[in-house]
T-cell receptor
Framework: GQNIDQPTEMTATEGAIVQINCTYQTSGFNGLFWYQQHAGEAPTFLSYNVLDGLEEKGRFSSFLSRSKGYSYLLLKELQMKDSASYLCAVLDSNYQLIWGAGTKLIIKP | GAVVSQHPSWVICKSGTSVKIECRSLDFQATTMFWYRQFPKQSLMLMATSNEGSKATYEQGVEKDKFLINHASLTLSTLTVTSAHPEDSSFYIC?????????????FGPGTRLTVL
């Protein structure tokens, strides 16, 4: 079966750095997405990785290792507004998005 | 660019009535649109995939006669919840994939919160 694992909840301090991990086992791979979702709102796109390595975009970076079935989202200089759920999703061989359950990130002052 | 709208943003209805939710891609053509449902504190659950001009593909466990999907044009898909019951109360989100891109990104609408009394 297809499976995506990410921690249920993480807590970090304002101004710090946090890394949210995602491991996946899917039938085929056509890319991995990270989305941010605030409570009561739809997900918003953060990053897309299809090749191994690190993609940096401002305070957010995303890393992919296809051989290990592993990705992480790195958030730097955390702000209170970063408190949200972070969803990892993999595009499988049928170009269907397989979603993780999401990681709820709590930022403390 | 790549904006997706949903209407209505929230709806309250009586049990047994039908509710239609519209999903529009405002500035691009979407050959494929997706309908998701999300219960509180849970992740997105794909309900169905709809391709313009053809029948929707429903995920296992989703009743096609209860959740009617129409994708009549490259910019509009509708989800009709027929004979809604309280257990259908949820956050319904659509997304659209832009035609002709290799990126395969899905652009999400803002969601529709349905409450069935």
């Amino acid at each position: 079966g297809q499976n995506i694992d990410q921690p249920t909840e993480m807590t970090a301090t304002e101004g710090a750095i946090v890394q949210i991990n995602c491991t996946y086992q899917t039938s085929g791979f056509n890319g991995l997405f990270w989305y941010q979702q605030h409570a009561g709102e739809a997900p918003t796109f953060l990053s897309y990785n299809v090749l191994d390595g690190l993609e940096e975009k401002g305070r957010f970076s995303s890393f992919l290792s296809r051989s290990k079935g592993y990705s992480y989202l790195l958030l730097k200089e955390l702000q209170m507004k970063d408190s949200a759920s972070y969803l990892c999703a993999v595009l499988d061989s049928n170009y269907q998005l397989i979603w993780g359950a999401g990681t709820k990130l709590i930022i403390k002052p | 660019g790549a904006v997706v709208s949903q209407h209505p943003s929230w709806v309250i209805c009586k049990s047994g009535t039908s509710v239609k939710i519209e999903c529009r891609s405002l500035d691009f053509q979407a050959t494929t649109m997706f309908w998701y449902r999300q219960f509180p504190k849970q992740s997105l659950m794909l309900m169905a995939t709809s391709n313009e001009g053809s029948k929707a593909t429903y995920e296992q466990g989703v009743e096609k006669d209860k959740f009617l999907i129409n994708h009549a044009s490259l910019t509009l898909s509708t989800l009709t919840v027929t004979s809604a019951h309280p257990e259908d109360s949820s956050f319904y989100i659509c997304s659209a994939r832009e035609y002709g891109t290799d990126y395969n990104e899905q652009f999400f609408g803002p969601g529709t919160r349905l409450t069935v009394l």
